[in-house]
């Protein structure tokens, strides 16, 4: 299993840290802290982690750019959407939905609502990644919440990407919200639990 690079800074400070005071601790105040470095740097490695997946293969799928827990399944005015919250448990890393091309990557700042909160995808830190085929326009939304202070895109406008490709991460708990076309067969519910890359969110009717 692989380790996010995002991931390297916060294991190794940890680590180092926890491991100094361990062997030159001579109090108990500082064998507990670097006890508690040291289990902070292994948390670190398990979230920071990029397990090897199987991507789903099929015609006209749209698959989860996430993994986590749906929190909602909707329809705006011009689009399906689904919201998947991340807790620090899941895997934090973005996978493309769809293949295609990225025609803009857009941060906007914000608040760090927790995630869970209705309107955290609206006024939440966040960035919105834009992916176009011949079936429309896909737009993966990463959002901050109370603990995830940075969402990190790995794209840029240009760039052509394979159903499944890794496109970014989020440090930290989180949600990522996914906007389809109205032309999407919705397949996940509310509680269902998604798998990035691997869960079909929905398939596309003509």
Known sequence: MKILKEGYLFIGVSLILGLALLSIGKSRVSIIIGALCVLISLFCIYF???PKVQITKGD???LSPCSGTVLEVGETENDKVVRVFLSVLDVHLQRSPVAGKVVNVEYKPGKFLRAMKPQAHIVNEQNI?????ESGKFFVKQIAGI?????????KSGDVLK?????????FSSQVDLHMPKTANVR??????????VTVFATLNY
């Not at 996940?188 to 890359?197: C, E, I, R, T």
Request: charged share 30%.
């Open 48 to 50: 920071f982690r990029d």
């Open 60 to 62: 006209n799928l749209i």
């Open 129 to 133: 990644i834009t992916i176009e085929n």
């Open 147 to 155: 603990l995830a202070r940075r969402c990190v895109s790995w794209v």
């Open 163 to 171: 159903c499944g490709d890794k496109i970014g991460m989020i440090k």
């Open 188 to 197: 996940v519910k509310l509680g269902d639990k998604v798998v990035a890359g």
